[in-house]
């Protein structure tokens, strides 16, 4: 059973940045792919990024430019976040699977097996 906390979360203005951190219970992130997604309140929870085994990354389009997913060190997976706008707003939510030898992210939540308990990002305007 893998856990994953995250945390980094936070109130910036409009334009701010904000770096996610997500720390796994045992050094999985190697053989582990990993993904961020987040849930606004009265929205159904979205993919954010991705990061694959072989580090291949993924984003969705609104986020291009603006964040960057990387691997820190064998436990740990960060999500830095430049020029946030308040529809960035949202629960941030870091999840993994296993995955070694597979260097496609994945981008759908059914993809993954485990998830965090989430961090909450605010941007005001």
């Known amino acids: 059973q893998v856990q994953l906390l995250e945390s980094g979360g936070g109130l910036v203005e409009a334009g701010g940045a904000l770096r996610l951190s997500c720390a796994a219970s045992?050094?999985?992130?190697?053989?582990?792919?990993m993904g961020w997604f987040r849930q606004a309140p009265g929205k159904e929870r979205e993919f954010v990024a991705a990061?694959?085994?072989?580090?291949?990354t993924l984003y969705t389009d609104s986020v291009k430019g603006r964040f960057t997913i990387s691997r820190d060190s064998e436990n740990m997976v960060s999500l830095q976040m430049n020029s946030l706008k308040p529809e960035d707003t949202a629960v941030y939510y870091c999840?993994?699977?296993?995955?070694?030898?597979?260097?496609?992210?994945?981008?759908?939540?059914?993809?993954?097996?485990?998830w965090g308990q989430g961090t909450q990002v605010t941007v005001s305007s």
């Open positions: 990061i694959s085994w072989s580090d291949d």
């Open positions: 999840a993994a699977r296993f995955a070694q030898g597979i260097e496609t992210p994945f981008s759908l939540d059914w993809h993954y097996d485990y």
């Open positions: 045992e050094r999985a992130h190697s053989n582990y792919a």
